[in-house]
T-cell receptor, first 114, second 115 residues
Framework: DGGITQSPKYLFRKEGQNVTLSCEQNLNHDAMYWYRQDPGQGLRLIYYSQIVNDFQKGDIAEGYSVSREKKESFPLTVTSAQKNPTAFYLC?????????????FGDGTRLSIL | AQKITQTQPGMFVQEKEAVTLDCTYDTSDPSYGLFWYKQPSSGEMIFLIYQGSYDQQNATEGRYSLNFQKARKSANLVISASQLGDSAMYFCAMRERGGGNKLTFGTGTQLKVEL
């Protein structure tokens, strides 16, 4: 089945540690996105990529980094510079040129500080 | 200013009744799209329905329909014949033509369907 796979489902980070969240899609979508969701809040855009080897900062990019070396993959690294990383992280993908097409989401990764 | 406003943090509805979830938006872009997503407690985001700014008719998808009032900049989601499985968080989101493929989300409405 086509879809988006995020791993791990739960992740714990120690102080000063970088951690990487995985996002893989087999929908053949050009565009991919990372969102952060805090309890009781909507989704906020961290980074997005419209095409391989290119990505742009979203609204809350500080303390995060991404890469897009393959069309299928868009990993997110939460660096030690992100002082409040505890949140639910959602990855999404979409076609790049269809304005009325929805973004499709993975099941998310819950990140907590140890 | 908030681009997407959902003023109802929580709503209750009886099973089999209809419920309206409010969404207002703010944009100066004449071309935009509005999306509604459902988020169950498990966390995944499920796409429900889409309305384009130039669509002449209100969108419908099964038990979901959109009450789109362009002049008022509102795009309220109507769920008919509520079911227990409709209990979830509901998010309204907007994509502007001039903003690329980015979606801006509201803060959501928690819907609880009761027997």
């Amino acid at each position: 089945d086509g879809g988006i796979t995020q791993s791990p489902k739960y992740l714990f980070r120690k102080e000063g540690q970088n951690v990487t969240l995985s996002c893989e899609q087999n929908l053949n979508h050009d565009a991919m996105y990372w969102y952060r969701q805090d309890p009781g809040q909507g989704l906020r855009l961290i980074y997005y990529s419209q095409i391989v080897n290119d990505f742009q900062k979203g609204d809350i990019a500080e303390g995060y980094s991404v890469s897009r070396e393959k069309k299928e993959s868009f990993p997110l690294t939460v660096t030690s510079a992100q002082k409040n990383p505890t949140a639910f992280y959602l990855c999404a993908s979409s076609t790049a040129d269809s304005f009325n097409q929805p973004q499709h989401f993975g099941d998310g990764t819950r990140l907590s500080i140890l | 200013a908030q681009k997407i406003t959902q003023t109802q943090p929580g709503m209750f509805v009886q099973e089999k009744e209809a419920v309206t979830l409010d969404c207002t938006y703010d944009t100066s872009d004449p071309s935009y799209g509005l999306f509604w997503y459902k988020q169950p407690s498990s966390g995944e985001m499920i796409f429900l329905i889409y309305q384009g700014s130039y669509d002449q008719q209100n969108a419908t998808e099964g038990r979901y329909s959109l009450n789109f009032q362009k002049a008022r900049k509102s795009a309220n989601l109507v769920i008919s014949a509520s079911q227990l499985g409709d209990s979830a968080m509901y998010f309204c989101a907007m994509r502007e033509r001039g903003g690329g493929n980015k979606l801006t989300f509201g803060t959501g409405t928690q819907l609880k369907v009761e027997l």
